[in-house]
């Protein structure tokens, strides 16, 4: 199974529908986040959490909202969607313990299509 | 503010042929980590190296290799004798410590097409 799980993996919605995005990981992780890719910009961070207390806002935060529901789910939500939200969202994870908690290893992704 | 940029938007070569994928990074710190992650047309993304600013060793893993040099802020990967497998889109990624914890900034990416 793998370590870290997005659902959906597949998303259509309309303008101003209410979506979220969920992510687990069973990697035993304490850091979570949550980036958005689109073509060419690479990935860009939204929201990361170091803790299930913790929640900070990334590069991008501003239409989004994110819930630590305990330390192995991160759940991202975009109140009302709108079209430029079109993109490829990925959640990662990283460890602090191990002292290389800068690597994050990272879910499938979410294809999320707001017409 | 970090900043890592990836010149090359997309490389084509035929298989078995070498590519070396730029990578340039900005920064502050003089601590800080640098990363190659791999996305094949499947979509996920896949970690290949972390590498840290204190050391400037190269590195070959099988076929592919870092070349890490701090004096011109680089951090460049090359494929050897590639292989259609290899066709992804690759990012380069910098890690910085700040007060709030580490957090990744990414390049744009370079998508490598292998043909047979």
């Known amino acids: 199974d793998a370590d870290v799980t997005q659902t959906p993996r597949n998303r259509i919605t309309k303008t101003g529908k209410r979506i979220m995005l969920e992510c687990s990981q069973t990697?035993?992780?304490?850091?979570m986040y949550w980036y958005r890719q689109d073509p060419g910009l690479g990935l860009r961070l939204i929201y990361y959490s170091f803790d299930v207390k913790d929640i900070n806002k990334g590069e991008i935060s501003d239409g989004y909202s994110v819930s630590r529901q305990a330390q192995a789910k991160f759940s991202l939500s975009l109140e009302s969607a709108i079209p430029n939200q079109t993109a490829l969202y990925f959640c990662a994870t990283s460890d602090f313990a191990t002292g290389a908690q800068d690597t994050q290893y990272f879910g499938p992704g979410t294809r999320l299509t707001v017409l | 503010a970090q900043k890592v940029t990836q010149a090359q938007t997309e490389i084509s070569v035929v298989e078995k042929e070498d590519v070396t994928l730029d990578c340039v990074y900005e920064t502050r710190d003089t601590t800080y980590y640098l990363f190659w992650y791999k996305q094949p047309p499947s979509g996920e993304l896949v970690f290949l190296i972390r590498?840290?600013?204190?050391?400037?060793q190269n590195e070959i893993s099988g076929r592919y290799s870092w070349n890490f040099q701090k004096s011109t802020s680089s951090f460049n990967f090359t494929i050897t004798a590639s292989q259609v497998v290899d066709s992804a889109v690759y990012f380069c990624?910098?890690?910085?410590?700040?007060?709030?914890?580490?957090?990744?900034?990414f390049g744009g990416g370079t998508r490598v097409l292998v043909k047979p």
């Open positions: 590498r840290n600013s204190f050391d400037e």
């Open positions: 990697k035993g992780h304490d850091r």
């Open positions: 990624a910098l890690s910085e410590a700040t007060a709030a914890g580490n957090k990744l900034t």
